[in-house]
């Protein structure tokens, strides 16, 4: 029985591989090299040319490395379009494109608004706020109202004290009322002296029923409120003037916002303001601006922004955080802009990639275009840009690098076809009298030339240096961020913050020293706002900032670190307008939401030196 069985799987085997044979083998044979080869691009005498995907107007004759990057050159196809190529352009194979993650977006009209956050903290409303004094000598015998916190109406008793002043007071009430017909306006000066101490009608005429004088009389409180200080004790003798209590209505709080030197432009009296409070979550609390702070404080560059909330209910305790959102827009008509991530930033004259139309492959060109204010993640563009020209929002950074490789134009190089290809650290490497072109640059660049020791002397070491000691801080504060460590967090700020404003020159060289000016200030107005975080949602917020502005540094500068950074970006900060952040991995950890949304987020670009 074995044994057929065994014949019968063997004869099925042998008759799978002879079906497989005549249907699937025959004559057919992998496609030869040569036959490749023949599909690709050739010159006019039939050589195959090969070029770089990063850089397509390499072209040779023979297998290689790119002469510009080094990589290796492969067959070029026949689509390179009908764009003309020149020193503001670069073209790059559909397979580099994708490879560096390139996307586009329209240039467009659109109303220019800038949403900022500005933190706060509820106070009380100071018209609300009340003394109560005492309008004469004497001695406390009684407490009926001890300890803070404690409501109290109009009228209600607050303690007893016995005073020489306030017997002497009562006698020449009583020796008046015996003359009141004779001379009633004495009469009528005792009853007022009394009633300007801030007795009630009712305790006069109790004075004046009984006839007899009282040792102990009760004070009543003049307003209805909380008590918020207890200033005396019982048997504590009290002077003319002297604090007893102090008393707050809540009825209506003052919230005061702290706005930042960048956005006092954006706010003016009267305007709508909308905030949160971390007690009430998805509630929001809506008022307008009633005074701006005519002085700015030197220490945390701001003003403050006051807004008045009633409080019937008294949800909002003095002391709590707030946080509002402000939308201010910029004109009042519709403004042409760009996206923030599509400009490479150098002040106000800055660089954009532009996408050129009809071409096969994709070819992009570097346009210096000026800038207005920011609006929100927009520029509004003042010239240089049309409605409806793509420009590359994402990988922007690795076009330009490529452009700069090549010897076109770049955000660090603004003159080219010179053969300079300056990255903006020639000289950090090597004197200008070693390089190539030192002939041809001694005389005009002479004044650019860094002077290290003199940088030494002045912030204690190198630009590469401070940049690498700004990342490390900054990573550290990134990694309490996503552990949802507050305390380190903050402790790793302070380090950042010491670094930032320790060394206010960012760069040797003086003909980016506008640029670097503006991002120290952009940078420390950051640093400022993540200081008065109180808690860890107030701290994300800022580190938004801070997160940008450190990576315009590294991408104008240059990152000589041999690990990579990964810029990363998190679709769900801002009302989902997004934010980015900068890590020394890979993999997500978003610093943003921590534990909540741990994986959220994407790496949009890559910073090597290789």
Known sequence: MNTKRTLLYFALVLGGLLLGYFFFGGTTEPQSLEEHIAETHTDEEGNVVYTCSMHPQVHENEPGNCPICGMELIPANDSEGDVTENEYTLRMTNAAVKLAEIQTAPVRYGNAAHTFTLPGKVVENQNNVSSVTAHFPGRIRDLYVDYE??????????????????????????????????????????????????????????????????????????VSGYIAEVAINREEHTKEGGLMYKVVNLSSVWVDFNAFESNIASIAEGDHIQFSVEAYPGKKFESTVIYIDPFLDNDSRSVTIRAKVENKDSALKPGMLAQASVQSFVSDKKELMVPRAAVMWTGKRSIVYVQQQGSATPVFEAREVVLGQRAGNYYIVESGLKEGELVVSNGTFKIDSAAQLADKLSMMNREPGTGANRTGHEGHAMPAATSPQAPADTADHSQHQPQPEDEAERTGHSHDDHLSTLVTEYLKMQNALVKDDFESAKKYLDAFANEVERNSEMTNHQEHAAMHESHHKAMLAAIYASKEAMDIKTLRNSYDEISAELTKAIQNQGYSEETPLYIQFCPMMNDGEGAIWISKQEEILNPYYGSAMIRCGETQEVISTN
């Open 149 to 222: 916190g404690t409501y109290v109406t109009e009228g209600q008793k607050l303690a007893s004290v016995y005073s020489p002043e306030l017997i002497a007071a009562q006698q020449e009430l009583l020796e008046t009322i015996r003359y009141k017909k004779q001379n009633p306006k004495l009469y009528e000066a005792a009853r007022l002296k009394l009633r300007l101490w801030e007795f009630p009608e009712s305790t006069i005429d109790d004075i004046e029923s009984r006839d007899t004088i009282m040792t102990e009389l009760d004070f009543f409180s003049p």
